[in-house]
């Protein structure tokens, strides 16, 4: 009795036999959607590359794009790997971010984030340039148009956003003598200096913010507040500043503009 046949009970045989028909219905449907995602209609035919809201694209190549991204697109609409066409995309130089989506029913759009350079990395000569990021990228400023001026920078490997930090600290410091920071640089010490827009150079020594926040910051507010005396005494003569002194702060004359009689010859002390 225990092992009686199947088809002696009606009511088990109708479930087996409405769940093979539910297969058997699954697996006709699957073919027939396989067989149609495989039709010509669905070939990859367009692929539109365009920029993000707000934005131009001024550096991205087609003979490029088409050799090192169109051509290597496997699939159709339906099997395309988006992820794939995204990861060709950003390793393009110039290009930041790509976002790609399907459009229905043969195509897909590239939406690109163009790199916006900010700055050089390592001299004008160097094939690695900043963003307003902070982040490096390939590229050489004689790519970069002429309306964008360029900020130098230096500094050890994986240091670009601590330099950043730091543009942005001095810009804002300098900004009431309407100076800009055209250069600065980063020693493997983290010792740094910037040249702003007068020409004049700055030198800050090892960045305190791990020990003392407000310690660099006061030294720049002490140079603002004896600067007048500065310019008393040597005019437009200063070519640098050294901050790195704990009561004060150093100040070098040009060397074309040296009179005999200036303290030091070259370099004169401010003491608090």
């Given at each position: 009795?225990?092992?009686?046949?199947?088809?002696?009970?009606?009511?088990r045989?109708?479930?087996?036999?409405?769940?093979?028909?539910?297969?058997?219905?699954?697996?006709?449907i699957?073919?027939?959607?396989?067989?149609?995602?495989?039709?010509?209609?669905?070939?990859?035919?367009?692929?539109?590359?365009?920029?993000?809201?707000?934005?131009?694209?001024?550096?991205?190549?087609?003979?490029?794009?088409?050799?090192?991204?169109?051509?290597?697109?496997?699939?159709?609409?339906?099997?395309?790997?988006?992820?794939?066409?995204?990861?060709?995309?950003?390793?393009?130089?110039?290009?930041?971010?790509?976002?790609?989506?399907?459009?229905?029913?043969?195509?897909?759009?590239?939406?690109?984030?163009?790199?916006?350079?900010?700055?050089?990395?390592?001299?004008?000569?160097?094939?690695?340039?900043?963003?307003?990021?902070g982040e490096?990228?390939?590229?050489?400023?004689?790519?970069?148009?002429?309306?964008?001026?360029?900020?130098?920078?230096?500094?050890?490997?994986?240091?670009?956003?601590?330099?950043?930090?730091?543009?942005?600290?001095?810009?804002?410091?300098?900004?009431?003598?309407?100076?800009?920071?055209?250069?600065?640089?980063?020693?493997?010490?983290?010792?740094?200096h910037?040249?702003l827009?007068?020409?004049?150079?700055?030198?800050?020594?090892?960045?305190?913010?791990?020990?003392?926040?407000t310690?660099?910051?006061?030294?720049?507010?002490?140079?603002?507040?004896?600067?007048?005396?500065?310019?008393?005494?040597?005019?437009n003569?200063?070519?640098?500043?050294?901050?790195?002194?704990?009561?004060?702060?150093?100040?070098?004359?040009?060397?074309?503009?040296?009179?005999?009689?200036?303290?030091?010859?070259?370099?004169?002390?401010?003491?608090?």
């Amino acid at each position: 009795m225990m092992f009686s046949p199947l088809w002696n009970y009606p009511g088990r045989m109708q479930k087996v036999s409405r769940f093979l028909m539910r297969c058997f219905s699954l697996m006709v449907i699957v073919g027939i959607l396989v067989w149609l995602s495989q039709r010509p209609v669905f070939a990859l035919r367009q692929v539109l590359v365009e920029p993000v809201p707000g934005q131009t694209l001024k550096h991205i190549s087609k003979p490029l794009v088409r050799q090192q991204v169109l051509e290597t697109i496997q699939g159709n609409f339906f099997s395309v790997r988006l992820e794939d066409v995204k990861r060709g995309f950003e390793s393009l130089p110039w290009v930041r971010h790509a976002n790609v989506r399907r459009v229905w029913p043969n195509g897909v759009i590239v939406s690109i984030e163009e790199q916006k350079a900010f700055g050089t990395w390592g001299g004008v000569n160097s094939q690695t340039l900043m963003n307003v990021h902070g982040e490096l990228f390939s590229g050489r400023g004689s790519e970069v148009g002429d309306e964008t001026s360029l900020v130098d920078f230096y500094g050890p490997e994986d240091s670009s956003k601590e330099v950043m930090r730091l543009y942005k600290k001095a810009n804002a410091w300098f900004r009431p003598w309407d100076s800009e920071v055209k250069g600065l640089s980063l020693s493997e010490r983290y010792a740094w200096h910037v040249k702003l827009s007068n020409g004049m150079k700055v030198e800050f020594g090892r960045d305190e913010e791990g020990s003392d926040k407000t310690l660099t910051e006061d030294r720049v507010a002490r140079l603002f507040k004896y600067w007048p005396q500065v310019q008393e005494k040597w005019a437009n003569r200063v070519d640098a500043i050294d901050l790195r002194y704990a009561n004060g702060f150093a100040v070098h004359l040009a060397l074309a503009s040296v009179k005999k009689g200036d303290a030091d010859g070259k370099k004169s002390e401010l003491k608090q």
